[in-house]
């Protein structure tokens, strides 16, 4: 049976993902904003532990905890406070909390103090793995690469910066740009999300932007853009990379000055957006080749948000799959189970296709599976991959063939093929010497053939600095 915790904290985003955190631990979570409330759930129930907030609605958490501790003198408390002075913490700590986080707190190491909370306190067991389908947020996993990313997402919930999500394809940039609008302020207002490796280059202005009737042959009538119908809410631009320059020029007005023009029209029309944007190439090459503008890349960058591949965050494998598996069951399917050797399988797995990848392996299973416990041995037969429970495939060993696979997959526009190859070429490239040299930039450079500076201004702009 899940373990109780009350929530007594008053910002919205905040207890937001504390709550989804602990429910993917197994808690169940009762949540309030004021004292006089947390004073009547205290009344009639019993907590395995209490977090709760300095500054509430109606007083102060930590004056009055001695009402807490008094009826529940076992119940630890811990107390997180935005207000980080030497001041608060001796407070906490003399009113008897347990634990005393400040504000902005590491998501895990909190998660981490409420369990070790509740195993001290003689209420650890029955502690049952959560349902990822019940959490607040469109994202599952509790590696620490993905905390990274669920507290960057908390710190942009209530303001409208531009948010730059980065991240290999499949691996969920969409989902975090559906979180910020769904968690955020403007979460009444529309999302529209536009993938700008799909739009014809001649049609992508009139897409964003709208056009007059007359503007252009075919245009027999007013369009409004994707801008327009975003007023109100978040536009989310995938694949901005991909974008063509006199695109971007008009896009950068856009952010500059809050407005924009229809295609052919002379009337400028005032806009309320916030605007997200992600890719999965870098911007470097991109800017040095001219198909980027620096200017519009140090405007849509104000927060970067880096999602990690799967093979970065294998431990998050039975969740996803769990998740994955809940979802199959939604969509009519039948109910089905990986058992240990399975997942197993799968962490040895290279996953080139990141979590996307991961979800249709998981269906085409789940379909293709005459039992309800799908192993290991069965994905092989289901999937004619034997080496499936070995060592990870190493296509990428072979370069005629990655090249190929990467002219078929990104297909680069015309007169922009080598760029566009050297960039993709280049980040692999710099990390494999960089391994081979254990960090060090000398000898990586003179392995190279090139410049030391060269080479650190290149891992500076692939945001290799940490290899």
């Not at 008094?70 to 406070?81: F, G, Y």
């Not at 997402?153 to 609008?181: C, M, P, Q, Y």
Request: some cysteine; overall charge negative; aromatic content about 6%.
């Amino acid at each position: 049976m899940a373990k109780s915790v009350l929530l007594v904290e008053d910002d919205r985003s905040i207890s937001q993902v504390i709550t989804a955190a602990l429910e993917a631990e197994g808690c169940a979570v009762d949540h309030c904003t004021s004292i006089a409330r947390r004073n009547m759930l205290i009344a009639d129930k019993r907590y395995a532990a209490i977090l709760t907030d300095v500054m509430l609605e109606d007083g102060d958490g930590i004056a009055t905890l001695g009402v807490v501790l008094e009826r529940h003198p076992d119940t630890p408390v811990i107390v997180l406070s935005a207000q980080n002075t030497l001041d608060t913490a001796v407070r906490a700590s003399e009113a008897g909390a347990y634990e005393y986080f400040p504000k902005p707190f590491d998501l895990d190491e909190l998660i981490r103090a409420v369990l070790q909370a509740i195993a001290r306190s003689g209420d650890s067991g029955g502690i049952m793995d959560a349902d990822p389908a019940d959490s607040g947020l469109p994202l599952v996993g509790r590696s620490a690469p993905m905390q990274t990313v669920y507290r960057m997402i908390t710190r942009v919930l209530r303001n409208d910066l531009s948010v730059l999500i980065l991240g290999e394809s499949g691996t969920g940039k969409e989902l975090v740009a559906e979180a910020i609008h769904q968690l955020g302020h403007r979460k009444q207002g529309p999302f529209v999300a536009v993938n700008m490796a799909a739009i014809p280059a001649e049609l992508i202005e009139s897409e964003l932007f709208g056009h007059e009737k007359g503007a252009f042959t075919g245009a027999v009538t007013q369009s409004i853009g994707k801008f327009e119908q975003a007023h109100g809410g978040t536009l989310f631009l995938d694949e901005i990379g991909d974008m063509p320059m006199q695109a971007q020029t008009r896009l950068l007005r856009t952010l500059q000055t809050g407005r924009i023009t229809r295609v052919g029209g002379h009337r400028e029309i005032e806009l309320d957006v916030r605007f997200l944007a992600a890719t999965n190439k870098p911007f470097g090459p991109l800017i040095e080749a001219g198909l980027f503008r620096e200017d519009l890349y140090y405007r849509i960058n104000v927060v970067p948000i880096e999602l990690p591949p799967l093979r970065e965050r294998l431990s998050d494998i039975p969740a996803l799959v769990e998740h994955f598996l809940a979802l199959a069951v939604q969509e009519g399917l039948p109910r089905r189970i990986f058992d240990d050797s399975a997942i197993a399988a799968m962490q040895r797995r290279n996953w080139r296709g990141n979590v996307r990848e991961l979800r249709n392996l998981v269906f085409r299973a789940v379909i293709m599976s005459r039992d309800d416990l799908i192993t290991a041995e069965a994905l092989g037969s289901i999937f004619d991959e034997p080496a499936l429970g070995g060592e990870p495939r190493r296509e990428e060993s072979d370069f005629d063939q990655a090249v190929s696979r990467f002219l078929l997959t990104e297909r680069p526009e015309h007169g922009a093929v080598y760029d566009r190859a050297l960039a993709a070429f280049e980040i692999p490239l710099l990390q494999s010497i960089m391994r081979q040299c254990d960090g060090n930039q000398v000898k990586a450079a003179a392995m190279l053939g090139i410049n030391r500076n060269t080479l650190r201004k290149k891992l500076v702009e692939h945001r290799l600095t940490n290899l």
